[in-house]
Structure formats: structure tokens, C-alpha cells
């Protein structure tokens, strides 16, 4: 199974726990079936797309400055060497050595967009039961 299957698959699985959690818990005034469900759609919809956003802007860059000044910062101050000290990594290494190992967000992106959109159908049922 490919990479972004399973992660897809095991994306879905928690969307769908999370979404019970969310049906079971919430309990508003006057709320019936669809909307419970319409508001467990929509919070795992949102979780799930804005982790995979995050880890999509982490994919691209943005918070390796970060980590890079971080472990600068504890090799100057406190005098950590590296097991050859005329080899220090550059940023430009840094980020490619990191970029290597990470993994594509599309399941998690995928899967929250999955779920808003159920949880759009989900209002719309809600606003045609209604009228």
C-alpha cells in the first residue's frame, strides 16, 4: 500500500473517531441528529486540514531557520563539537538533509477535506429538514 493511501485510510479512521466523540459530547439545545453530525463532521474537517496544512508549510521550509539557529545556538554556547569541527553544517545542508526525510501532508489534506465536505451535505440536509 502506497504511502499516502495508508495515511489517507488512517487520517479517515481518526476523522471518523473524533466525529463520534464530537456526536456523543456535544449536546446543544434543541439539536437533533443532523446537526450533532454536522458539527463532528466540521471539527474533524478542520483538524485534520489544518494539521496537514501545517505540515505542508513545515514541508516548504518555514520553520527551518528555526530549528537551524536553535542547534547553532547550543553549539556556540555550549560548546557542543561536532565529531569533525571543520565540517560545520550550512543552512543550505540543513534544510536538504531535513527535506529528505519528511513525509507528503495529502492525507491528512485530502481527509479533512473529505470531511468538511460531509459536513457541508450534512448542512444542507439541516437547512432543507428545517424549511
Given at each position: ?15 471518523a ?6 456526536y456523543?459530547?456535544?449536546n ?8 450533532r ?7 474533524s474537517g478542520?483538524?485534520?486540514?489544518g ?18 539557529g536553535?542547534?547553532?545556538?547550543f ?6 563539537t ?8 550550512t ?14 501532508p ?11 465536505c460531509l459536513?457541508?451535505i450534512m448542512l444542507?440536509?439541516?437547512?432543507l429538514?428545517?424549511?
Amino acid at each position: 500500500m502506497k504511502e499516502r493511501t495508508r495515511a489517507f485510510i488512517i487520517s479517515l479512521g481518526f476523522g471518523a473517531i473524533l466525529t463520534v466523540v464530537v456526536y456523543l459530547f456535544s449536546n446543544p439545545p434543541g439539536a437533533g441528529f443532523v446537526q450533532r453530525l454536522c458539527d463532528g463532521f466540521f471539527i474533524s474537517g478542520i483538524l485534520l486540514a489544518g494539521s496537514g496544512g501545517l505540515l505542508f508549510v513545515r514541508n516548504e521550509g518555514l520553520f527551518d531557520i528555526f530549528g537551524y539557529g536553535v542547534k547553532s545556538l547550543f553549539g556556540i554556547r555550549f560548546l557542543w563539537t561536532p565529531s569533525q569541527p571543520d565540517e560545520k553544517e550550512t543552512y543550505a545542508e540543513y534544510k536538504e538533509r531535513k527535506r529528505k526525510r519528511r513525509k507528503s501532508p495529502a492525507g491528512l489534506l485530502i481527509a479533512g477535506a473529505v470531511y468538511l465536505c460531509l459536513s457541508i451535505i450534512m448542512l444542507l440536509i439541516y437547512l432543507l429538514l428545517e424549511n
